[in-house]
C-alpha cells in the first residue's frame, strides 16, 4: 500500500483552498450555522471545473481536495476512484418543490463546504444550550480527496414537484432483470449520495452531515446504505485493484474522454442536465465462503481470467486484449462461453460500454454464521438500458451466478456539477 504523503501546495488543478485545515476554518465557519450560511450562498464555490483530479494514480494525498463547482459534469463520476466510499440513498419526506429545492440547495452548500475539507459550521457553539451545526468527526481530518456526487431518483420528476416536464429523458425505474433477489429495504429512493474519500471517517462524516440536513429540514430521510472500502476498479493512472473474489476488478474500464462523451454523459438537454448521467447501484453480495472453495482454475474459468496476473486466458499479462476466437486442441474456446468477461465485453456486445465504479464491502457475519460480503456495484451511463443490456445477458448466462445475487438496486439521474454561486439542478427549477 502507498503510504500518505506530508502536506504541501496545491496544484492548480485543485481547489485553491486544498491547503486549508477544517481547522483553520472553524472559526470563519463560526460565523455563522449551516442552515444560515446557505441562505447568503456559502459564498464557497468557484468558477473551476468539477475537477476530475482524485490523488493521482496509486500514491494517496490525503490533503488534496477536489472541488464541488464547476462547468462540467460532478465530481466522482470520471475522478480517479479513491479508496472508501460510503453510498446513501433517501426518501424525500415533503412534497414541497420549495422544501425540495432548499434540501438541494443546502445539501450543494454543505458538499462544497465538506470537499473543501471545512467544516459546515460550528462544532461547539458558545452557547450552552445550542446544538453544534457540524458534528465534528472529520475535523483535523485532511479533505482526503473527498467528492460528493448527488443522484436524482425518478420521484423528483414526478407531479408533486412539478417537475415532470424537466425529467431527463432516459429516467425510469429499472425493467426486472434476471437472477435478481431484490430486497426492498435496499431498493430505490428519491435521492443518492456517494461520498468518496481516501479517509473513511472524511466519507462518511459527509453522507452523516447530508442525512443529518435532510432531517433538520424535514425533507428527506435515509433509506439504504452500503459502506464500501477497497475500490474495486480502476480509473486513470491507476493500477488496477482486487474485489474480494481475489480478482482483479477494473482491467477493461472507460478512462479514455471520448468513451466517457460516447458513453457516459448524456450531452444534451438543457444546461443542468448536459453532463450528466444515469447512475446504476447494485448491492451485489458474494457467497465467498463457496467461492474459496473451488478449485482457482475454475475460478478463472468462470472470469475468462488468471487469478493472479489478471491475464486473459488467451494472453500472458494484464493488458493483453482477451481473444474471444480462441481454441483449445479439442476445438473448445479458450474463455468459455459462460466466462464473465466474454458475456460482458463490448466485442460481444455491439461496442457497449459502461463505466465501473464499484466498491467492496462487508456486513460482518449474517444470521448463519457464513460471511457476509459482496461488491456494492455503480456504473454511469448515458442511457440506463447499457446497463440492462448487460445484466440480462449476465444474468441469463454468467458462471459468476452461482456465487452471487443481486440483493440492492437503485437508479438515479446525476446532473451536471453546479456552477458557482448555484446549486445543483437549479436549472430544473427555472
Ligand atoms: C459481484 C459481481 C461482479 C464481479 C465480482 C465482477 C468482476 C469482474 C472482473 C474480475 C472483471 C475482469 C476485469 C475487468 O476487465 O474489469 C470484470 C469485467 C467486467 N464486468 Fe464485472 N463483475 C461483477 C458484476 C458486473 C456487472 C453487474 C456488470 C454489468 C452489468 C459487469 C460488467 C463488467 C464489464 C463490462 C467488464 C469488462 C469486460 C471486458 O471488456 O473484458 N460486471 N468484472
Known sequence: MSAA?????????ESPDAGVSRRGLLLGAAAGGLVAGVATGFAGGRAVAAQPTASSGDVVRLDNAVSF????????????????CVF???????????ELQTLLATWSAASAQLMRGATIGQVEPSQPSAIGDDTGEAVDLDPASLTVTIGLGPRVFGDEYGLAAQKPPLLRELS?????????????GDLSVQAC?????VAYHAVRSLARIGKKLGAASTRWTVTGFGRASAGKGQSTPRNLMGFKDGTRNIVDDADFSQFVFTGDGPDWQRDGSYQVVRKIQMRIENWDTDRVSDQNRVF?????????????VESDTPDFSKTDASGAPVIDPTAHIRL????????????RRGYNYTDGINQYGFLDAGLLFISYQKDPAQFETLQRRLGSSDALN?????????????????????????GAFA
Open 176 to 188: 426486472q432483470l434476471p437472477s435478481e433477489a431484490l430486497d426492498p429495504s435496499l431498493t430505490g
Open 5 to 13: 504523503v506530508p502536506p504541501r501546495e496545491p496544484s492548480s488543478q
Open 69 to 84: 463547482y464547476g462547468d462540467a459534469e460532478q465530481a466522482g463520476i470520471r475522478t480517479p476512484p479513491q479508496r472508501h
Open 88 to 98: 446513501m440513498t433517501f426518501d424525500l419526506t415533503t412534497s414541497s418543490r420549495t
Open 402 to 426: 452461482e456465487y452471487i445475487s443481486h440483493i440492492g438496486s437503485g437508479i438515479f439521474f446525476v446532473p451536471s456539477a453546479a456552477r458557482s454561486g448555484t446549486y445543483l439542478a437549479q
Open 197 to 201: 474519500a481516501d479517509d473513511p471517517q
Open 344 to 355: 460482458a465485453a463490448h466485442e460481444n456486445n455491439n461496442g457497449l460500454k459502461i463505466l
Open 304 to 316: 475468462g481470467r488468471h487469478k493472479l496476473s489478471g491475464a486473459p486466458l488467451t494472453g500472458t
